[in-house]
C-alpha cells in the first residue's frame, strides 16, 4: 500500500486535472460497487464504546464541522464560508496547510475571536508525510512549531492519510485523520466506529483523541460519486442521529462555488446551505454542537 500510494503521489503533479478526475471516477464507481452494506453506513460503526454515559446536557447526538482548506482559493474564501456558518448559527474548524499558501494571524486571529477554531492540516499536501519514518520526523518538527505559533490543538493529515502511532509525535490534543467507513479515500481502511477514540503510544504514558468524520466527503460525494443533492448526507446524519453518534463533517471552501456557475472541480454552495437548514428544521435542540477541541476535552475527561 506505502509503495503504491508513493508512485500516485509522485505522479499525480504531471496529470492533467481533467484526466485525473477520470480516473478518480473510475476508481470511485468499481469500490461503490463492492461497498454495498458498508457504505455510506457499516451498521457495526454504531456501537457505543463501553461504559458510555451520553452526550453533555443529555443530547441526543453530536454535531462538528471541520473545513479543511487545500488551496489559495480556498484560503480566499473562508471569511465567506464562515459566515454562512456564523449565520446559521454554527461554529467550525478551519484546518490550514502551513506553507501551501500563506495563513496571516489576521485570518487566523479573526476565525478564533468569532468562536471559530484554527488547526493544521499539514505542512504541504502533497501526499508524502507518511513516506518513511525519518520524512515524518522532519516534518513533525514542524507541524509543531506551527501548532505552538498558532495556539492549535488538532492535527489532521493531507488526504486522510494516516499513521495513528507517529501521530503520537505530534504535540495535540487530537487528530482528525481517520473516518468511520470511506472505501474511496488513498488508504481506506476505516476506523469502525462512529464515536471518538483515545489513541495511547506503546508505552501507555502519552495519548490523543480521534476524531474520525463521520459524513461523506463533499469533493467525494458531489465530484467523484455524481450525487446532485444532499439525501446521502441527510440520510447517513440520520443513522447517526438515531445511534447517538458523532456526526462529523469536512468541506471544503476550494470547491464550493458561492457564485456563478460551479467550475470543474466545484459544486453549488445551496448544497451545504441545505444541509444545514436541514439540521436545524430537523434536529434543533437534540444535539451537541462542539468544536473539535470542545469533543477532545470532553472525551478525555469520559
Not at 488526504?159 to 504535540?171: G, K, Q
Request: hydrophobic letters at 35%; glycine letters at 6%; one cysteine or more.
Amino acid at each position: 500500500m506505502r509503495q503504491t500510494l508513493k508512485l500516485y503521489y509522485t505522479f499525480k503533479p504531471l496529470i492533467p486535472l481533467r484526466i485525473q478526475l477520470f480516473l478518480r471516477r473510475i476508481y470511485v464507481k468499481n469500490r461503490l460497487a463492492i461497498s454495498h452494506g458498508h457504505w455510506p453506513i457499516d451498521k457495526g460503526s454504531a456501537v457505543a464504546p463501553p461504559k458510555w454515559k451520553g452526550w453533555p446536557q443529555g443530547k441526543k447526538f453530536a454535531l462538528v464541522i471541520t473545513h479543511d482548506v487545500e488551496t489559495r482559493t480556498g484560503l480566499k474564501r473562508c471569511q465567506a464560508l464562515a459566515k454562512i456558518d456564523e449565520d446559521m448559527g454554527f461554529r467550525s474548524s478551519f484546518n490550514f496547510v502551513a506553507e501551501e499558501y500563506p495563513v496571516s494571524g489576521e485570518l487566523r486571529n479573526s476565525l478564533c475571536q468569532r468562536g471559530f477554531e484554527v488547526g493544521l492540516h499539514g505542512v504541504t499536501h502533497d501526499g508524502k508525510l507518511y513516506q518513511s519514518r525519518q520524512h515524518f520526523l522532519k516534518n513533525a518538527a514542524k507541524i509543531n512549531r506551527y501548532l505552538r505559533e498558532w495556539n492549535a490543538v488538532g492535527f489532521r493529515s493531507p488526504s486522510m492519510l494516516h499513521n495513528l502511532e507517529w501521530i503520537h509525535d505530534l504535540d495535540i490534543e487530537y487528530d482528525s485523520s481517520t473516518f468511520d467507513t470511506d472505501p474511496f479515500e488513498p488508504q481506506p481502511d476505516g476506523a469502525g466506529t462512529i464515536f471518538p477514540f483515545i489513541v495511547t503510544d506503546n508505552s501507555g504514558h502519552k495519548s490523543y483523541v480521534e476524531l474520525p468524520y463521520t459524513l461523506p466527503q463533499d469533493f467525494s460525494l458531489f465530484k467523484l460519486i455524481g450525487a446532485r443533492d444532499i439525501d446521502i448526507w441527510k440520510k447517513k446524519l440520520d443513522w447517526i442521529a438515531s445511534n447517538g453518534g458523532m456526526a462529523l463533517m469536512i468541506t471544503h471552501p476550494d470547491y464550493i462555488c458561492f457564485d456563478g456557475r460551479p467550475g470543474l472541480c466545484e459544486y453549488p454552495v445551496s448544497y451545504y446551505k441545505s444541509f444545514l437548514k436541514y439540521i436545524k428544521e430537523n434536529y434543533e435542540g437534540q444535539y451537541w454542537h462542539a468544536l473539535p477541541k470542545e469533543m477532545a476535552k470532553y472525551w478525555l475527561k469520559e
